[in-house]
Every structure is written in structure tokens, then in C-alpha cells.
């Protein structure tokens, strides 16, 4: 009889990526996948640490799954496991750490686990195992790939992993370990795998994206640019979209380059932080206001009206009042298509975790809400200059709206646009002209 297995991923898109990836593995291994409730054999969790809360789910999802199975093999895998280390063993609903870079392992690593069980009789019996890699000096890029992925139009393609940064607000670079970059052919061949399965639009993802081929040796040099020319290239591909991307890479030259690739989309994801150079000073932020705000001009000099999403920071240690408005007026001036608001969250081992001047949740909060309300006005007024345009929207799903079945999608921006039809519109790229705006985030 087949052993089922449950999947549960938290965190970002390189996180899902894995978890897809370590799916297929399991499938062809003969393992059936089930949904994430009582009854599973086996539970995986792909854990999170950005934040203390991040921390928390992963913990709540781990005790969750053994108190759906008390008898079930519970694998904690991904950063938090990473960051938290043996910490982690003497916690009796956890059965198999698996730390990132052996995640290639995990289906190995499982079968042996469930194979010394048998032979040990009673599963309470079996200690925890943990499996953890040193990330600090490991260079190898875990080798993962995908030939589908649980979205039907659009497919995260990880390319990228680890982070040379150090800002000091993050755990990511000791959890992740330093910048490691995929190959281009091997790149090139899984996009060719997806095309055959009917995608048409693909997102280059990583930790750190802008860092892609740093890590190639002299006289091997790959750079993100070179990766994307290289995808452009393969014949069924329609879009491209960019993970979140550092500043720096933004230059005359990249801008013209992109924009000269019709499959690369007007949607640019650039990490802000904060609007201050006081803070992004104590951050370890690699540029001023002045020069992020020179990057955004030059993505709107070679694309007219792209969509620019951020994120931004509040309540870092000794972020003072003039500092925060510094960092509102900043957001307000830049005109983003959408701003991603997070409070500071304190992770030992960083170095803003000693700071002084920590800030109070409740002033953490409130600045929160200022940036939030100037998020949704801005947004709806991005939103706004798209009525009246013809749009390439990829549909990607039936929904119903206030009673009335919906065709979704997005345009090229990554706007959102519901299309009335009674065609299977799935996967199709529809020309839409949008009248009016539905709630916060649609376009009809």
C-alpha cells in the first residue's frame, strides 16, 4: 500500500518552489500525496524564520501535524530549522530535521527513517534524526527542478540561492548560506520542460536574485542579464517576470536591455526597505534614497508606466519620528503600484537585535497603519490609469464575484482582471479594456 504524504509550505516563492520539487520527487518514488488533515503517514513542513511570527507558524504547523497522526513521521525541513538548529531535536513532534541544501535528499532520508522504524517496532521508539549542512561555508547549489507546478499559467523558477548582503536585520544569509547560482543550460532546459507542459509565463526567483553568477568561476561569468537573454530565447515562452530585485542592478545599461526583450514584463519588484538614509545607513543597505530613487526613474524612462512594488521596514531600532516621515514622504513621492508593509521583527543573531533604541510594538503598529492607508490610495490610482486601455491579460482561473461567474487573470503588470465569459478561458492571453475598479485589487 502506497505511504500518503502531506505538504505544508510557509514563507516566500523559493520556499514553494522546493516544496514543489521535493513533491515530484515523492511521486516518483511512489509516495501519494494527500491534503494537509488527519490520516497522512507522513507530514513535511518547509519552514520559515524572516520573522518571529514566521518562527511561530512553523511551530504551530509542526505540533499540528503530529496531533492530527500521533503515529505519523513528522519532517521539519527549510530556513527555521536551519536557524534554529539542535534546538529543534528535543521537540517531541518533530521526527526528521532536514536543514536546506539536503532537501535533495529528503525522499532518501525519509525512506530510511521509515525502514529503521519498521525494524525498531513501536514509532515512538525512533529518535529524532537531524540532517543540517553548515551553510556558512557551503558553496554547492542544491540541485531542485520542477516539471510542473500547482498554478496551471505560470510557473516559479528558483535560480538562485543564498545571500552575500548581511543586512542587519537578517537571519537569511546564516540560514541560506552564501550567494550559490543555478547553471544557465540547466536554467534554459527545465524552462523548456514547463513550455511542453503548456506554461507560458515564468518568474525568476531566488534569495537573492540580482546576485545570479557571482558564485561562477573567472572566465565562467554568468550574470542575471545573460540568464534572462537566455530564457527570452526559448521559443514558447511569453512572459517573463523578475523576483524581487536589488537597486543595484539597475543601470542604463540593464533597463535599455530588458526593455528591449518584448517577453520581460513591466513589473519590477525593487526591495526599498526605508525611505531614510539614517536607517538604510543602519541597515547595511547598499544605496541612498537618491540612488533608489535614480533606478526607479530609469525603469520608467525605458517603460513609460511599470508597475514598481517595494517593501519597506517600520520600527527598525532608532528609526525616530523625523525618520519615519523621511521614509512616508519617500513612498508617497515614488508612486508605487503596491508597497509591502513589515514591522520590525527582532532575530537573535543579528546585529540590529543588539541595537539600542528598540522601538515599542505599539509604535511599530501605528506607523503601520500610516503606510498601509497610502499602500491602498496608491494602488487604486495606479489601478486607475489603466481604465479605458486595451490589456494582455493571461487567464489563470474561474471565480465568482457577487454572485457572477469570472474569468481572472493578469496583464503584463500584474494587475488583476476579471473577464466575463461562458468559454474555458484557461490559460488563454485575452485582450481586455477594463471600465471600473471591483474592491481593492481588480479590474473589470
Known sequence: MKKTVALHNLGCKVNAYELEAIQQLLENRGYEIVPFAPGADVYI????????????????????AKKMNPDAVVVACGCYVQAAGEKLEEDTAIDLIIGNNKKKDLVDILENFLAEREDGGKPSDAECKSFLVDMTH????????????????????????????????????????????????????????????????????????????????????????????????????????????????????????????????????????????????????????????????????????????????????????????????????????????FKYSRREGTRAAAMAGQIPEQEKTKRSHVLLELDEKRRQEYMEGFLGKELEVLMEEEVEIDGVHYWTGHTREYLRVAVLSEENLMNQMVLVTPARIHGKDCLM
Not at 45 to 64: E, F, G, P, Y
Not at 139 to 151: F, H, M, P
Not at 324 to 330: C, G, I, L, Q
Open 45 to 64: 513542513i518547509n519552514t520559515c524564520t524572516v520573522t518571529n511570527i514566521a518562527d511561530r507558524k512553523s511551530r504551530q504547523m509542526l505540533h499540528k
Open 138 to 341: 557551503n558553496r554547492e547549489y542544491e540541485t531542485l527542478s520542477i516539471s510542473k507546478t500547482a498554478e496551471h499559467t505560470r510557473a516559479f523558477l528558483k535560480v538562485q540561492d543564498g545571500c552575500n548582503q548581511f543586512c542587519t536585520y537578517c537571519i537569511i544569509p546564516y540560514a541560506r548560506g552564501r550567494v550559490r547560482s543555478r547553471r544557465q543550460s540547466d536554467v534554459v532546459e527545465e524552462v523548456k520542460r514547463l513550455v511542453e507542459a503548456g506554461y507560458q509565463e515564468v518568474v525568476l526567483t531566488g534569495i537573492h536574485l540580482s546576485s545570479y553568477g557571482l558564485d561562477f568561476p573567472e572566465g565562467e561569468k554568468e550574470t542575471l542579464l545573460d540568464l534572462i537573454r537566455a530564457v527570452d530565447a526559448v521559443d514558447g515562452i511569453r512572459r517573463i517576470r523578475l523576483g524581487s530585485l536589488e537597486p543595484g542592478i539597475i543601470t542604463e545599461e540593464f533597463a535599455e536591455a530588458i526593455a528591449a526583450m518584448p517577453k520581460v514584463c513591466p513589473h519590477f519588484h525593487l526591495s526599498l526597505q526605508s525611505g531614510s538614509n539614517g536607517t538604510l545607513k543602519r541597515m547595511n543597505r547598499k544605496y541612498t534614497a537618491e540612488e533608489y530613487k535614480h533606478k526607479c526613474d530609469l525603469l520608467r524612462k525605458v517603460y513609460g508606466n511599470p508597475a514598481l512594488t517595494t517593501d519597506v521596514i517600520v520600527g527598525f531600532p532608532q528609526e525616530s519620528e523625523e525618520e519615519f516621515e523621511e521614509s512616508r514622504a519617500f513612498v508617497e513621492d515614488i508612486h508605487f503600484f503596491e508597497t509591502h508593509i
